[in-house]
């Protein structure tokens, strides 16, 4: 049924009361590699007008649900039962069912009998939606059916719809025998929708609670995170949508009368544009100096499976995480994307598999993350992105604070076959990367862009085309320990960096073992084990910054450096003074031989510096004889 002209009218006044108040709800559109800041950002294979098209239809998205919630806002201020009960509203586009608060859940049955146009049972036992549903704050919709339910959500040139809570709780429950089954539909092809150049259906909750289990989610979604399929968002707005101060109120009656009518007893005093109003409560609140608090959605997802949405899964603001036992695969761009203010998340045994973009991103502006037991295959960037660097490097136009973000942490995972790198640590402190496998990929584990206290320990890391682990550009405090690196053309590479590397097992590199490059103060290489083939074992010859080296085992590294190369590894300026001095010596003691030449053809000799110090030498003794002996009596005549 249409809305009645009450209807219609009351919503153009909320509108207009609200139009100066309310902004948009999503922030900017999810779409660019992490690269440039792990945020989810994509380079999105479109035209420009194909992207202008999605980003108006986002734009349009968002102006469509500030106009649903001004008006759910104000429609209870009218007083009366008919606003209580769900209704439904003409958007212009579409129509959007409106759920209201009660205390039980609305059902599949519930919504045969609102809706028994817009959702119908087909032959083949499934269900079409062909309006937007809306949860209104303390609304509770869960679907689910004994024998397993298929919901398609029509989706085609012609338009789409969204199933969207405001504040209310979405259950989508399944069983092992028979999971909730959920995709886009294109009635006029009759299968699944898979062009999302004119915008795509999709499910949101913003705020409230968020609750997935056993459910099979398909090709939902289009460009932005919050319209990318299944997205978890907050909202920093208050809870009970905005409305423009006293004049804000509807100047109809639930009846449809016209101002004021029977109520000319009741009409306050008035002049101009000042009304007097009695003490007590405000029947309607001046939002001018009220704090919007921030309201953050809660999520637990098990045992599903999300494929060929937009955004596998895209999440931010939110508190109380808990995703467990999930797969999400083929999804346009990143897989599960935290995207901002999410915190107490707990992400075990899900699997991120050939996506567009990476398979995990926690971006800026999430903390105490876990990621555990996870596995990240043949996503075309990253398999894990750990981005904890700060919104603002200074004042900004929004505000946003400078300090970085941290506690997150990535253990007993598996990375394998991604095309970037495995891991990677932008920025942030107090990041943990523990006990994972990494397989292939340019590099496997990354930490850059002035992290601090990173732990890289008890990995295996394995066929990397550069590097096993790299630790770049300005981190601080990192522990690199315990790791085995096979494979990789550089096993360890630390630049301009400060870390200790400890007591890790490098095998089979083919051009360093461990190499130091650039200011690397502090630093401390000892106990490792290398061996492979390459110019050396330990590159340090392009570090400076008083690093320490000692007790490495590199008896299985052969040396394949050429002659000069190994002149220039051991022409130290210290080597350089030492044998300066001795040639000098020596060639000092070959001027001497020259200057006492050959005399009276006799071979050179070296003259004794104190050759004319010595004592005189003793002449032999002398005969003097005697009477008796005629001269024969020989007496020793002593010289003076």
Known sequence: MRPTRTTRQTGRLALVAACAVLAALGGPAAGAHADTGGDGDQAMPFTPEEAEVQAALVAAEDDRLNQVRAITAIAPLQGGTAWKQPYRLDTGSGYTLVLTERSNAYTVSDLLELAPQTFVRQSDGSYLLTENIYLNPGAKLKLSTPGGLTLRMASSAAGFVSIVSFGGELTLQGTPQAPLEITSWDPDKDTADTDVRDGRAYIRAIGGQFRMDHTHISTLGFWSGRTGGLSLTGTDRPNTGAIDGPDALPEESETGGEPGEGAEEAEPPRNGDVTALPTGPLETPDTRFTVPDLSYVSVAIADSEIDGNAFGLFISSAAGVDISDTVVRDSLQDGVLLHRFVRSA?????????????????????????????????????????????????????????????????????????????????????VGVQNNRVEGGDMGIVARQDADTVSITGNRVTGQERQGISVRDGVLAATVTGNIVDGAATGIYIRDSEAEVRGNTIQDATSHGVSLVGDVPGSVVTFNVIAGVGPSALDTTRSDGGITVK??????????????????????????????????????????????????????????????????????????????????HRVPVMAE
């Open 551 to 632: 007790e490495n085992q590199t008896f299985a590294w052969y040396d394949t450096s050429s002659f000069w190369t190994k002149v220039k590894h051991y022409a130290s300026p210290m080597t350089l003074l030492w044998v300066s001095i001795l040639l000098l010596i020596l060639f000092m003691a070959m001027m001497g031989v020259k200057h006492h030449g050959v005399r009276r053809g006799q071979p050179p000799r070296v003259r004794h510096p104190y050759d004319d110090k010595r004592p005189l030498p003793t002449p032999p003794p002398t005969e003097v004889p005697t009477g008796a002996q005629r001269g024969r």
């Open 346 to 430: 707990v992400v075990e045994r899900t699997v991120s598999e050939n996506n567009g973009g990476d398979g995990f991103i926690l971006s800026r502006a999430t903390q105490q993350v876990q990621v555990t037991g996870c596995t990240a295959r043949d996503n075309a960037g990253n398999g894990y992105t750990v981005s904890g660097r700060p919104l603002a490097s200074g004042p900004s136009a929004s505000g946003q604070p400078v300090d970085s973000y941290g506690s997150n942490s990535v253990s007993s995972s598996v990375a394998e076959g991604n095309g970037r790198y495995g891991i990677e640590v932008l920025g942030g402190f107090d």
